[in-house]
């Protein structure tokens, strides 16, 4: 699938406000073909009571990442997709920072897609986790 030339990265920026991603305060900060970046501050509530990063933000950012990456995939005449499967391997954590996870689609078919997405510190390019998940593309009702 090739990237849709109606979605740049304001459109996928604009899809999160009052919802997850704006709270998280997620931002898209570059999208190329078959591959996207976001970027996410990490704020004290986004870290578990042991003082680590929490899991769930870390698949907050990397989730983001790869379903607006389908967004910007989905081929013409889908209506939308949904997450049907995910997996993340978490390698390191941070307690500040910006962090940066980059989707590259792996599988980009009419059904399905197939994204991965490593999410690094971005001072030190430490990778914190490897992340990978399947979108069903969403065909509308006849």
Known sequence: M????DIDLATL?????GRLPGWFGL????????????QLAIQP???APN????AASVIALAD???????VAHLPE??????????????LGTATEGLLEAVATGAHLGRTTQVWD?????????RTLALFRCTQMVLWQKR
């Open 2 to 5: 090739k990237l849709r030339r």
């Open 13 to 17: 920026n604009a899809r999160g406000q």
């Open 27 to 38: 931002q898209v900060v570059r999208l190329d073909e078959r591959e996207l970046a976001m």
């Open 45 to 47: 509530q986004m870290l």
């Open 51 to 54: 003082g680590f990063l929490h």
């Open 64 to 70: 983001t990442a790869c379903g607006y990456a389908t």
């Open 77 to 90: 005449g889908a209506e939308s997709f949904t997450t049907v499967e995910l997996k993340c391997n978490f």
């Open 117 to 125: 997405a490593a999410v690094r510190e971005v001072v030190s390019g």
